[in-house]
């Protein structure tokens, strides 16, 4: 099982599009094989830190994942709201 956290700094005035978006992302990826989990979290204490929350099948599922195309098409959007470069941590499962 793989984790993915990927997590975003946007931009103040710019939280509501990226939700938007995100939510085209979240609604097809749900659908894909090897998807066990998907999901958009904001932090408590910040509201412009966004971040994607995933749970897949197997590291093959998450590349084919990087492949389609709502990925392909809506990730350099999201890209474009954020303030800062983000962070990405892929976890593979130990226990």
């Given at each position: 099982?793989?984790?993915?956290?990927?997590?975003h700094?946007v931009?103040e005035?710019?939280?509501q599009?990226?939700?938007?978006?995100?939510?085209r992302?979240?609604e097809?990826?749900?659908?894909?094989?090897?998807?066990?989990?998907y999901?958009?979290?904001?932090d408590?204490?910040d509201?412009?830190i966004?971040t994607?929350?995933?749970?897949?099948?197997?590291k093959?599922?998450l590349?084919?994942h990087?492949t389609?195309e709502?990925?392909t098409?809506?990730?350099?959007?999201?890209?474009?709201?954020?303030?800062?470069p983000?962070e990405?941590?892929i976890?593979?499962?130990?226990?």
């Amino acid at each position: 099982m793989i984790k993915v956290v990927s997590k975003h700094y946007v931009k103040e005035n710019k939280i509501q599009e990226f939700v938007e978006n995100a939510a085209r992302m979240v609604e097809a990826t749900r659908k894909e094989e090897g998807c066990i989990s998907y999901g958009l979290f904001q932090d408590d204490n910040d509201p412009k830190i966004l971040t994607f929350i995933e749970e897949w099948e197997s590291k093959e599922a998450l590349e084919k994942h990087k492949t389609t195309e709502h990925f392909t098409n809506i990730v350099p959007i999201l890209k474009k709201l954020d303030e800062k470069p983000g962070e990405l941590n892929i976890y593979n499962q130990v226990l």
